[in-house]
Nanobody, 119 residues
Framework: GQLVESGGGLVQSGGSLRLSCAAS????????MSWYRQAPGKERELVAR????????NYADSVKGRFTVSRDNAKNRVYLQMNSLKPEDTAVYSC?????????????WGQGTQVTVSS
């Protein structure tokens, strides 16, 4: 399986970006999808998660009300709409696909896309 992110870039504080993650090589609709980010010198943190049907989402407190995760199972894509961006949102954003079968986890990771928010 493979995940490929796109949509990152440089944006001014208060601006918006939409990240996209394209999946291939596995049954996308069976997997919960998440966005993670990692800033220089910091640990990777979970930003947003959406279940396989798209009926359940959860967010890090730091992005609630500003970011929205969504998915299109017909297109094998997951999205992260980021509004009201802040300099502290600057990080490499990666998507993750997760499935647990009989307690055995199966994960796929993308290579990440850089998001830089200037003040």
């Amino acid at each position: 399986g493979q995940l490929v992110e796109s949509g990152g870039g440089l944006v001014q504080s208060g601006g918006s970006l939409r990240l996209s993650c394209a999946a291939s090589g596995f049954t996308f609709s069976a997997y919960d999808m998440s966005w993670y980010r990692q800033a220089p010198g910091k640990e990777r943190e979970l930003v947003a998660r959406i279940d396989n049907h798209g009926g359940y989402t959860n967010y890090a407190d730091s992005v609630k009300g500003r970011f929205t995760v969504s998915r299109d199972n017909a297109k094998n894509r997951v999205y992260l709409q980021m509004n009201s961006l802040k300099p502290e949102d600057t990080a490499v954003y990666s998507c993750n696909a997760h499935l647990s079968v009989w307690g055995i986890p199966r994960d796929y990771w993308g290579q990440g896309t850089q998001v830089t928010v200037s003040s």
